[in-house]
């Protein structure tokens, strides 16, 4: 899955990302970042919430009006994650 996606507003601790394998709103996967300059990767399964890579800044991430493309990608039983090519 590729992604771009551009942040124009957020209020303070606003989100923005990628949701995929969606059930319903109790099973998902996400890929998300905040205005700041930090990422989350987690998935919910059955309404129990699992971070697979908790909140972390990274320099990936352009500012806020700029687009960002997100990657999701699986190889095997292995999903590997990029934010603006880094991954």
């Not at 394998?21 to 709103?25: P, Q, V």
């Not at 970042?33 to 919430?49: C, E, L, S």
């Given at each position: ?19 995929w ?5 109790d ?27 908790d ?33």
């Open positions: 899955i590729t992604a771009s996606i551009k942040q124009v507003k957020a209020p303070k601790g606003g989100r923005v990302g990628l949701v394998g969606m059930k319903d709103f099973s998902y996967h996400a890929f998300e970042w905040r205005a700041g300059g930090d990422f989350i990767i987690y998935r919910v399964a059955d309404k129990v919430f699992t971070a697979i890579k909140y972390e800044a990274t320099t990936a991430l352009k500012a806020m009006g700029d687009w960002q493309q997100l990657v999701v990608e699986r190889k095997g039983n292995k999903v590997f994650y990029k934010i603006n090519g880094t991954t």
